[in-house]
């Protein structure tokens, strides 16, 4: 299913997957509302990166691949 996907549209596809996660957390009192939204903050900085690169590349070109744990 996810193998015909651009590099934006798989960081996309893990962006929603992250928000789900942290969401999930603060839900279940793993982590304050408050680092549920900085850690959703910093993941749609990523995503925004990402946009931003392929807008900018004209072949779409490049390979995408999720950041470690940055903690």
């Known amino acids: 299913m996810y193998d015909d996907l651009d590099g934006f549209e ?3 596809s893990f962006f ?6 942290i969401c999930a ?3 279940g009192g793993r ?3 408050e680092d549920a ?3 959703i903050k910093d993941e ?4 925004k990166k990402i946009r ?4 900018n ?3 779409y070109g490049f390979e995408w691949t999720p950041l470690v744990d940055r903690d």
């Open 57 to 59: 590349d004209s072949d």
């Open 44 to 47: 749609l900085k990523g995503l």
């Open 31 to 33: 982590i304050t509302a």
């Open 10 to 12: 798989r960081a996309l």
């Open 25 to 27: 957390m603060e839900l």
């Open 52 to 55: 931003k690169k392929v807008r």
């Open 16 to 21: 929603g997957n992250r928000v789900e996660i």
């Open 37 to 39: 939204y900085q850690q």
